[in-house]
């Protein structure tokens, strides 16, 4: 019991309310005068996985992004309500984007290295962050990032090969990499497996399994299955409305909602 | 479900799976029915043709976990579509239990036609039997037509059977005291009242199983436990005033 409680307030972070990490309240974005996300409230967990599934064009990618204000480069678009990262609003006037995007980070549905070598993707985040205190530091960074990522046993004798020539699975995962190297606690992932084959795509699962324990991961996924095996908590978005938000067992095996029982059981409707 | 996969397959699939559970309740509907039938004209080659039908039902199941078994593994289903194909497994497992307790009731019959033994409290069998019969034909109205205050009142049913159970007990027990030479033939009606006490309860765990199939959640409330035979213990006092063979 005692060993429980110990445990358990290690992962605590005493900052956050109800261990709530980022939390969004009366969402709208608008892509001109189309409205893609309406009204949407709901709270994600730190240091858990939480799954946002939906068909195409339901608003789940759009909704991500909002987290690290990736919608801001998008002519037209427009986000209102609140979007808080522990606690603070994202949206104040004055947060630094660039600093916020590195608290933040991203992966993409297309893997996108840099066209240099995997020790310069790597090493790109911190040195312009100046988070090195050294060339050894730099070093250091770029090798527990790759080890983090799980790729570094795969190119630790060819660190300053280009990071195109890796297979599609160990080029996500260099970017995965990346996106550790300027230390996050948060990283968001757009569909980071539907260009991998399975066993490339079991290697990412199990790293974000292992990656929890130091971040929050929030992956926007097509596939269910993906989503029922890594989450714990998954949200059904429809038609740019947030349906269903629970723990992935209940959205799975008894979902409250006839919408996401029908779509997460692959019915019409 | 009243709407329907995108995949028309995956609904053949389910579909077949839940024909199998009905054929199969059907047989075990039927085969109690003759069963009971030979108990009440105490008709042997009845009771004899019973017992060897079982087969019947158990391949009806290998068949059940076979078909679900490739549900789970080709479909993947969540949510109902899951606890549908895990609840035909149980179903189709309770429902080989009746058919088990079927024959077993059938071979207790050929023995004691056969033997010409002590039968009485047939038409209280008989009753207990019907009501058990009603309750399965419920149950499975209940599974194909996803109704759960069917089910529900499926579950409060089995109060009754085992107040019949425990009246059977009551008076079996009696006509064994009475005669050392009924013993045999009521050992062998107790065994069919109990047999068609425990078909009473299995039927109840598939009515259970047919509200979790549909909301997802177990019944909270117990249902009423009637059986009370294992508490029981009789005395010469308490079989009344026509009891004295039993007292010398």
Same mark, same amino acid.
């Given at each position: 019991?005692?060993?429980?409680?110990?445990?358990?307030?290690?992962?605590?972070?005493?900052?956050?309310?109800?261990?709530?990490?980022?939390?969004?309240?009366?969402?709208?974005?608008?892509?001109?005068?189309?409205?893609?996300?309406?009204?949407?409230?709901?709270?994600?967990?730190?240091?858990?996985?939480?799954?946002?599934?939906?068909?195409?064009?339901?608003?789940?990618? $759009?909704?991500?992004?909002?987290?690290?204000?990736?919608?801001?480069?998008?002519?037209?678009?427009?986000?209102?309500?609140?979007?808080?990262?522990?606690?603070?609003?994202?949206?104040?006037?004055?947060?630094?984007?660039?600093?916020?995007?590195?608290?933040?980070?991203?992966?993409?549905?297309?893997?996108?290295?840099?066209?240099?070598?995997?020790?310069?993707?790597?090493?790109?985040?911190?040195?312009?962050?100046?988070?090195?205190?050294?060339?050894?530091?730099?070093?250091?960074?770029?090798?527990?990032?790759?080890?983090?990522?799980?790729?570094?046993?795969?190119?630790?004798?060819?660190?300053?090969?280009?990071?195109?020539?890796?297979?599609?699975?160990?080029?996500?995962?260099?970017?995965?990499?990346?996106?550790?190297?300027?230390?996050?606690?948060?990283?968001?992932?757009?569909?980071?497996?539907?260009?991998?084959?399975?066993?490339?795509?079991?290697?990412?699962?199990?790293?974000?399994?292992?990656?929890?324990?130091?971040?929050?991961?929030?992956?926007? $996924?097509?596939?269910?299955?993906?989503?029922?095996?890594?989450?714990?908590?998954?949200?059904?978005?429809?038609?740019?409305?947030?349906?269903?938000?629970?723990? $992935?067992?209940?959205?799975?095996?008894?979902?409250?909602?006839?919408?996401?029982?029908?779509?997460?059981?692959?019915?019409?409707? | 479900?009243?709407?329907?996969?995108?995949?028309?397959?995956?609904?053949?699939?389910?579909?077949?799976?839940?024909? !199998?559970?009905?054929?199969?309740?059907?047989?075990?509907?039927?085969?109690?029915?003759?069963?009971?039938?030979?108990?009440?004209? @105490?008709? =042997?080659?009845?009771?004899?043709?019973?017992?060897?039908?079982?087969?019947?039902?158990? @391949?009806?199941?290998?068949?059940?976990?076979?078909?679900?078994?490739?549900?789970?593994?080709?479909?993947?289903?969540? =949510?109902?579509? !899951?606890?549908?194909?895990?609840?035909?497994?149980?179903?189709?497992?309770?429902?080989?239990?009746?058919?088990?307790?079927?024959?077993?009731?059938?071979?207790?019959?050929?023995?004691?036609?056969?033997?010409?033994?002590?039968?009485?409290?047939?038409?209280?069998?008989?009753?207990?039997?019907?009501?058990?019969?009603?309750?399965?034909?419920?149950?499975?109205?209940?599974?194909?037509?996803?109704?759960?205050?069917?089910?529900?009142?499926?579950?409060?049913?089995?109060?009754?059977?085992?107040?019949?159970?425990?009246?059977?007990?009551?008076?079996?027990?009696?006509?064994?005291?009475?005669?050392?030479?009924?013993?045999?033939?009521?050992?062998?009606?107790?065994?069919? =009242?109990?047999?068609?006490?425990?078909?009473?309860?299995?039927?109840? @765990?598939? =009515?259970?199983?047919?509200?979790?199939?549909?909301?997802?959640?177990?019944?909270?409330?117990?249902?009423?436990?009637?059986?009370?035979?294992?508490?029981?213990?009789?005395?010469?006092?308490?079989?009344?005033?026509?009891?004295?063979?039993?007292?010398?």
């Amino acid at each position: 019991m005692a060993k429980q409680s110990k445990k358990k307030n290690k992962t605590v972070n005493p900052k956050l309310k109800n261990n709530i990490i980022l939390s969004a309240k009366n969402v709208d974005v608008f892509y001109g005068k189309k409205q893609a996300i309406n009204n949407v409230s709901f709270e994600i967990p730190e240091n858990r996985i939480t799954a946002l599934i939906g068909p195409s064009g339901c608003g789940k990618s $759009t909704f991500l992004r909002c987290f690290n204000r990736m919608n801001d480069i998008i002519d037209g678009c427009k986000v209102t309500g609140d979007i808080r990262f522990a606690g603070q609003d994202i949206y104040d006037p004055a947060v630094d984007v660039v600093s916020l995007r590195a608290r933040i980070g991203m992966v993409f549905q297309k893997a996108n290295p840099f066209p240099k070598s995997i020790f310069e993707n790597v090493a790109y985040g911190p040195r312009i962050h100046g988070l090195a205190k050294s060339k050894d530091h730099l070093a250091e960074i770029v090798v527990s990032s790759l080890k983090r990522a799980g790729l570094f046993d795969e190119v630790a004798d060819r660190l300053h090969d280009s990071g195109t020539g890796l297979s599609g699975g160990q080029q996500q995962r260099l970017c995965i990499a990346r996106a550790i190297a300027v230390d996050p606690q948060v990283i968001l992932m757009d569909e980071p497996c539907s260009s991998l084959d399975p066993i490339a795509t079991a290697i990412i699962e199990d790293l974000m399994e292992s990656m929890k324990k130091k971040y929050t991961i929030v992956i926007v $996924t097509h596939s269910m299955q993906q989503a029922a095996r890594i989450s714990q908590k998954t949200a059904f978005f429809h038609l740019g409305d947030l349906v269903e938000f629970g723990d $992935t067992e209940d959205i799975f095996m008894n979902p409250k909602k006839i919408r996401t029982q029908n779509y997460i059981s692959g019915r019409t409707g | 479900m009243n709407t329907d996969h995108i995949l028309r397959s995956f609904d053949k699939a389910l579909n077949k799976n839940e024909n !199998l559970i009905l054929e199969m309740g059907g047989l075990v509907e039927q085969q109690l029915k003759e069963a009971t039938r030979a108990l009440k004209k @105490e008709d =042997a080659k009845l009771s004899k043709k019973v017992l060897l039908s079982h087969n019947n039902i158990r @391949e009806m199941e290998a068949k059940i976990n076979a078909s679900a078994i490739q549900v789970l593994a080709l479909r993947q289903p969540v =949510a109902m579509d !899951l606890r549908n194909v895990i609840m035909s497994l149980r179903i189709a497992g309770h429902l080989e239990r009746i058919g088990q307790y079927t024959k077993n009731m059938a071979r207790r019959t050929h023995t004691i036609t056969k033997a010409d033994a002590f039968t009485g409290s047939i038409s209280t069998l008989v009753r207990m039997s019907e009501l058990v019969q009603d309750m399965i034909k419920s149950v499975l109205d209940a599974y194909n037509t996803l109704d759960t205050s069917i089910a529900e009142e499926v579950r409060g049913r089995d109060e009754d059977v085992d107040h019949m159970h425990n009246t059977l007990f009551r008076e079996l027990l009696t006509y064994m005291m009475e005669d050392p030479k009924n013993i045999s033939g009521a050992m062998h009606l107790l065994f069919i =009242a109990k047999n068609i006490e425990r078909m009473g309860d299995h039927t109840t @765990e598939i =009515a259970q199983e047919v509200i979790f199939m549909v909301t997802g959640e177990w019944p909270v409330e117990k249902r009423p436990k009637g059986d009370k035979t294992s508490r029981m213990i009789f005395g010469p006092e308490d079989l009344g005033a026509d009891s004295d063979q039993s007292g010398s």
